[in-house]
């Protein structure tokens, strides 16, 4: 059977703000603002099937969807979208955490946004090069590389106003697993959990739903 995905368009935390473009800081120190609020648009599973949980940010003039990947039909992406009163060509950005089908195979459904990933940013026919490491995408949204499930992971950190919320593939799902079967680098990918773990108050995983870390978090 076929996991059941959860209801759409969930919220979690809703502030408001005025307009700032994101740019490249020199410090990942800096904290985040804490004006975001974070929405789940789809939440993914593994099994039979494969789909990518889906998070959609609001901040500033910023609308960001992060990892728009396999889904059943568009719609599961789109139709959550439209409930907060957003077009695909309204977003903004898209981040994806890494380069695997799963997590980008539906970038191509927002047709004005920049597409971060580990190393640049492109829209159009602009490819412009930069570190994930401490870019800024707003106030509240920042990234950071987390390498382990392949070379190239990064993790967006969104500051919404009861703490920090973590969008990564260091786990699947709340339960990890433990181990990550298709790790390039198991040691990277403990070394990141151990960072996002003290950080995040909420995280969003691959193929799963939102949890709050605790004690039997695997790390």
């Given at each position: 059977m076929d996991p059941v995905p959860s209801s759409p368009a969930r919220a979690w935390n809703s502030t408001s703000g005025s307009s700032l473009v994101g740019e490249l800081r020199d410090s990942t120190n800096e904290p985040l603002a804490g004006t975001a609020s974070v929405h789940l648009l789809f939440a993914g599973y593994t099994g039979e099937r494969t789909a990518s949980t889906v998070g959609f940010v609001l901040d500033k003039d910023r609308r960001i969807v992060i990892d728009p990947g396999m889904v059943p039909e568009t719609r599961a992406i789109i139709d959550p979208l439209a409930e907060l009163g957003f077009s695909p060509g309204?977003?903004?950005?898209?981040?994806?955490?890494?380069?695997?089908?799963?997590?980008?195979?539906?970038?191509?459904?927002?047709?004005?946004?920049?597409?971060?990933?580990?190393?640049?940013?492109?829209?159009?026919?602009?490819?412009?090069?930069?570190?994930?490491?401490?870019?800024?995408?707003?106030?509240?949204?920042?990234?950071?590389?987390?390498?382990?499930?392949?070379?190239?992971?990064?993790?967006?950190?969104?500051?919404?106003?009861?703490?920090?919320?973590?969008?990564?593939?260091?786990?699947?799902?709340?339960?990890?697993?433990?181990?990550?079967?298709?790790?390039?680098d198991p040691a990277s990918l403990h070394a990141g959990r151990d960072r996002v773990l003290g950080i995040a108050t909420l995280i969003v995983p691959g193929h799963g739903a939102p949890f709050q870390p605790n004690a039997s978090t695997p790390r």
């Open positions: 309204d977003v903004t950005d898209v981040v994806l955490s890494h380069h695997h089908p799963d997590h980008t195979i539906n970038a191509g459904l927002f047709p004005n946004a920049r597409v971060h990933d580990h190393w640049a940013y492109y829209r159009g026919d602009l490819w412009v090069d930069r570190p994930a490491e401490g870019f800024r995408l707003s106030p509240s949204v920042l990234l950071i590389e987390t390498p382990g499930h392949t070379p190239q992971d990064i993790t967006t950190l969104v500051g919404v106003q009861d703490g920090t919320v973590a969008f990564t593939h260091l786990w699947w799902t709340a339960e990890g697993p433990s181990e990550d079967p298709y790790a390039t």
